[in-house]
């Protein structure tokens, strides 16, 4: 059984960055890749960024790149994402998912989100 924790969401201004971590704990060796969603209200849960934990290749939506950064703490079973240059539309839930059963970009098991809110 594995465990996903968010932590690092808050209420920022326009332009501001943040910091979100996820924790993973439990059967951690089973997981293959780890990303990050986030849902807006009244949309979609989207894809923002992933990683693998292997290879630690990473992966980002449009909107994310050159604006977000994922990485991993090689340390602990931690994964951040960097938000910086935060637009009001950025607002959401963001959750950290993981895959346990190594079919890539499929995600089998969540945490329960953490919220960011960027005010104008």
């Known amino acids: 059984q594995v465990h996903l924790a968010e932590s690092g969401g808050g209420l920022v201004q326009s332009g501001d960055s943040l910091r979100l971590s996820c924790a993973a704990s439990g059967r951690t060796v089973s997981i293959w890749s780890m990303a990050w969603f986030r849902q807006a209200p009244g949309k979609e849960r989207e894809f923002v960024s992933s990683?693998?934990?292997?290879?630690?290749?990473?992966y980002y939506a449009d909107f994310a790149k050159g604006r977000f950064i994922v990485s991993k703490d090689n340390a602990e079973n931690v994964v951040y994402l960097q938000l910086t240059a935060l637009f009001p539309q950025d607002t959401a839930i963001y959750f950290c998912?993981?895959?346990?059963?190594?079919?890539?970009?499929?995600?089998?098991?969540w945490g329960q989100g953490t919220q960011v809110t960027v005010s104008s």
């Open positions: 990683i693998t934990l292997g290879a630690l290749n990473t």
């Open positions: 998912a993981a895959d346990s059963l190594n079919r890539p970009f499929q995600y089998n098991l």
